[in-house]
């Protein structure tokens, strides 16, 4: 029933990687954006990736430039978000997001373009 569930994430080392997955239920995730969020404790809760519902047009945070790429399979209702060189400062729980189908989110790192959310994903990065 109109569910995002996130999973991937686990305890890595500095300089690692991990791939967080987000499938969709109830639901199809053609014609939908679909964006990326982490909050970590005692922070709010920020934008790091999102993808146009083609998969077209990607957007980054400026703290995850060239470590991070989003990516989608909307045959398999997935979106991807390959995490490499990992630092401590990107722990936190990760969450993905969608809009309803049919519409645009003009700022694809703004929580507020979003209309469904996952559960989150755990990621810690510590030696």
């Known amino acids: 029933q109109l569910q995002l569930v996130e999973s991937g994430g686990g305890l890595v080392q500095p300089g690692g990687s991990l791939r967080l997955s987000c499938a969709a239920s109830?639901?199809?995730?053609?014609?939908?954006?679909l964006g990326w969020f982490r909050q970590a404790p005692g922070k709010e809760r920020e934008g790091v990736s999102c993808?146009?519902?083609?998969?077209?047009?990607?957007d980054y945070a400026d703290s995850v430039k060239g470590r991070f790429i989003i990516s989608r399979d909307n045959a398999k209702n997935t979106v991807y978000l390959q995490m490499n060189s990992l630092k401590p400062e990107d722990t936190a729980v990760y969450y993905c997001?969608?809009?309803?189908?049919?519409?645009?989110?003009?700022?694809?790192?703004?929580?507020?373009?979003?209309?469904?959310w996952g559960q989150g994903t755990q990621v810690t990065v510590s030696s």
């Open positions: 997001a969608a809009t309803k189908p049919f519409r645009s989110a003009r700022n694809g790192l703004e929580g507020g373009e979003y209309d469904y």
């Open positions: 109830g639901f199809t995730l053609d014609y939908v954006a």
């Open positions: 993808i146009s519902s083609r998969g077209r047009g990607t």
